[in-house]
């Protein structure tokens, strides 16, 4: 089944470490973003990837990294420049061109710092 | 640069009636893409419907419908014949193609029985 996988679904991380979000997609879609979304608020972009290799940063950059060597793959690192990471994130992909450019989701990972 | 308001934290419908939830959009391209998202407290994100720019007719998808109302800018998702499953928080979306997708704040619905 064609799907993005966000591994892990919970996470708890120490002060002052950096943790690595992963996000996989097998749907042959050309962008992918990371979002994050604070209790009872929407979603803001952190990073997007229209393309391998390739990537800008969103809204609230800051405290974060990303990657795009493959298709695939995105991973999203927050690092301890982060001030305040506790947040739900979520990553999700879309296609590039035509109608077909909903954005299709994972299901998210819950961070926590203790 | 692309703008999403969602002017409604919270709205209450009876179950069986229909409800609208309100969208604006604000943005400088020519074709651009509206969607809106539900998300339940599980926290997945589910893709409801999608209206694109120059698409001349509303989009519906069983129980919703999109009131697209370029002139205004609006995209509002009406959803017929609300069921206690539908109670979510809804977000309105816009971009994709080679925009980046920017969501609204929300809208927290509640069926009530």
């Known amino acids: 089944d064609g799907g993005i996988t966000q591994s892990p679904k919970y996470l708890f991380r120490k002060e002052g470490q950096n943790v690595t979000l992963s996000c996989e997609q097998n749907?042959?879609?050309?962008?992918m973003y990371w979002y994050r979304q604070d209790p009872g608020q929407g979603l803001r972009l952190i990073y997007y990837?229209?393309?391998?290799?390739?990537?800008q940063k969103g809204d609230i950059a800051e405290g974060y990294s990303v990657s795009r060597e493959k298709k695939e793959s995105f991973p999203l690192t927050v690092t301890s420049a982060q001030k305040n990471p506790t947040a739900f994130y979520l990553c999700a992909s879309s296609l590039n061109r035509g109608r077909d450019t909903e954005a299709f989701f994972g299901q998210g990972t819950r961070l926590t710092v203790v | 640069a692309q703008k999403i308001t969602q002017t409604q934290p919270g709205m209450f419908v009876q179950e069986k009636e229909a409800v609208t939830l309100d969208c604006t959009y604000d943005t400088s391209d020519q074709s651009y893409g509206l969607f809106w998202y539900k998300q339940p407290s599980s926290g997945e994100m589910i893709f409801l419907i999608y209206?694109?720019?120059?698409?001349?007719q509303n989009a519906t998808e069983g129980r919703y419908s999109l009131n697209f109302q370029k002139a205004r800018k609006s995209a509002n998702l009406v959803i017929s014949a609300s069921q206690l499953g539908d109670s979510a928080m809804y977000f309105c979306a816009g971009g994709g193609g080679y925009q980046k997708v920017t969501f609204g704040t929300g809208t927290k619905l509640q069926v009530i029985p």
């Open positions: 990837s229209q393309i391998v290799n390739d990537f």
């Open positions: 209206q694109g720019s120059y698409d001349e």
């Open positions: 749907l042959n879609h050309d962008a």
